[in-house]
């Protein structure tokens, strides 16, 4: 099972983070999460929203350039360790982590991964046989 993540160009200057949060708030998309990574010129701002196509278009439509990338949610325990067993089941198909990003939930105990693989079927099978859960969108909010 895969969601929607955005992923944006920004211009690692003033304010253009700023601009694409703002535009997405004002259009009253929720961000749900999201990690940005960097080199001295740009970056790639990627987000969880409540409403991914919708979001898509109001960025575009403001001049960013954007793209849907499908990910994996998965929900774990909050408790040391339980990121290795899942990193060791993926690892042990041969399925290659290309990022990640992880965030606690309002559950008590509780935490959500989102992965970026370079076979999302395969690493749902896989999870899915070693009793991973994975997250719906809705789920996230």
């Known amino acids: 099972m895969t969601i929607d993540q955005l992923s944006v160009f920004v211009e690692n200057k003033p304010g253009h983070l700023l601009e694409i949060t703002e535009t997405l708030g004002n259009a009253g ?3 749900r999460a999201l990690s940005i990574g960097d080199t001295a010129e740009f970056g790639v701002l990627r987000l969880i929203v409540n409403e991914p196509p919708r979001a898509e278009k109001i960025l575009r439509d403001a001049g960013f350039a954007v ?3 499908p990910v994996l949610a998965v929900s774990l325990a909050d408790t040391p360790g339980s990121l290795g067993k899942i990193l060791r089941v993926i690892a042990a198909e ?3 982590v290309e990022y990640l990003y992880a965030f ?3 559950k008590s105990g ?3 991964v989102v ?3 370079e076979d ?3 690493a749902t099978a896989v999870l899915g046989q070693n009793g ?3 997250v719906s969108l809705e789920e996230l909010a």
């Open 29 to 31: 998309i929720d961000l």
């Open 115 to 117: 992965f970026r693989v």
């Open 132 to 134: 991973v859960f994975f």
């Open 67 to 69: 793209s849907i990338t």
């Open 104 to 106: 606690v939930t309002r």
């Open 94 to 96: 041969g399925i290659n």
């Open 120 to 122: 999302n079927q395969a």
């Open 110 to 112: 509780g935490a959500y």
